[in-house]
């Protein structure tokens, strides 16, 4: 194979140039939002999307395969590609309307994969911008900054009096944002921003948004009271993106702020969402707070019960008293109970309207568990 050299590029613009340039693959290193000692291999198709899990099991069983190596003339060629890092910056704010003057914005690139375009891309488009987070050295990657460390980034937002502050995680294909107040702005709400602007422009397909079971009970509300249905899936942004395939569905997403805008990316891409945001912004003359009100967040309790048998969680003890649950939150508020995918445990999920309803009922349920599920 022959191959063309990127860079450090995030995973979207791996997954937008595979197909600009006609690639039979792309490949990218990433840890994602973990540690560098976490660094895997995502391999993307033909076309920029994401390999399937089956044909993903078929690589890995295959793995051991003999096969006579090339040699020779016949080995492919590698070639240094670093100037493919301008297309894509041109490509995401190519999908955007109108400028970003006078916004002021703090990144925070997690010593990651959007060190380099992001900054450029939001000055092009007329912001001023602040980085943190835009000096890796290849093993500080996520490293206290972030999207999954965001202290640092709601104190300089702050003090700076920043407008909005922006979190990247390591491979940059999602985004959280603070608003001035130093208030964190979830995937939910940034969702929530979109849909109501891609609604009232209408452009969004079927008026429906696609994300997982995770998402905020408020987010579902806020976008019912504005006439937008929603679609919940499996957690996983492929499960979302199968959704959206399936249905023609143009946005979807995880709570997490793994954003999905088919009309412009074949995966989530941070910075395409974050300029989008920003672009509402700037185009309501509104603060991200106040677009963001769109919807109430309920108060989340999340526990995770570990070291039972996840295999277990529909046992009758435990769906009888999530039916009693359920029965005392009503409409105000929601149980899940998941199994996690590769650890004995069981997670389970409360919102409530109070924080202290949320605690009380999670705990409650999570005896349930130890109990029921061993």
């Not at 793995?63 to 590698?78: C, H, I, N, Q, T």
């Not at 910056?89 to 010593?111: E, F, I, M, Q, Y």
């Not at 009758?316 to 009693?324: D, G, H, K, N, Y």
Request: net charge negative; charged share 20%; glycine share 10%.
């Amino acid at each position: 194979m022959d191959v063309l050299r990127l860079g450090v590029l995030p995973t979207p613009a791996v997954a937008y140039l595979t197909t600009a340039l006609r690639a039979d693959m792309g490949v990218m290193i990433s840890a994602s939002h973990n540690p560098a000692p976490d660094n895997g291999i995502k391999f993307l198709t033909r076309g920029g999307y994401k390999l399937p899990d089956a044909m993903e099991n078929e690589i890995e069983q295959r793995l051991d395969e003999k096969w006579d190596r090339p040699v020779g003339a016949s080995v492919g060629r590698v070639r240094e590609a670093y100037g493919e890092a301008d297309r894509y910056v041109s490509h995401v704010l190519s999908t955007v309307t109108g400028r970003l003057d006078g916004l002021n914005v703090v990144l925070d690139c997690a010593h990651g994969a959007a060190h380099m375009v992001a900054p450029e891309a939001l000055l092009r488009a007329g912001a001023t911008v602040e980085t943190i987070g835009a000096r890796p050295d290849g093993l500080n990657i996520n490293a206290g900054v972030g999207s999954t460390h965001l202290d640092k980034l709601q104190q300089i937002v702050v003090s700076r009096n920043a407008d909005v502050g922006i979190a990247y995680d390591g491979d940059a294909d999602r985004c959280l944002a603070v608003s001035h107040t130093g208030e964190v702005i979830d995937g939910d709400q940034i969702m929530a921003v979109l849909a109501m602007a891609m609604h009232a422009e209408g452009k969004l397909v079927g008026d429906t948004v696609v994300a997982t079971v995770m998402s905020n009970l408020g987010f579902k509300i806020g976008l019912k009271n504005a006439g937008i249905d929603m679609i919940e899936t499996a957690v996983g942004d492929r499960y979302v993106l199968e959704a959206m395939k399936a249905g023609g569905y143009n946005l979807g997403g995880e709570q997490s702020g793994h954003v999905l805008m088919l009309d412009h990316a074949t995966t989530g891409d941070g910075l395409l969402t974050s300029l989008h945001l920003l672009s509402i912004v700037a185009r309501e003359g509104k603060s991200l707070a106040e677009l963001a009100s769109v919807m109430t967040r309920l108060p989340q309790i999340l526990v995770n019960v570990k070291d039972v048998d996840r295999d277990k969680a529909s046992a009758p003890e435990l769906s009888a008293a999530v039916a009693a649950a359920e029965a005392e939150l009503g409409e105000t508020g929601r149980v899940l109970i998941r199994p996690s995918g590769t650890e004995p445990m069981i997670r389970v999920m409360v919102e409530a309207s109070s924080a202290e309803q949320a605690e009380q009922m999670a705990n409650r349920l999570a005896d349930v568990v130890r109990t029921a599920c061993v």
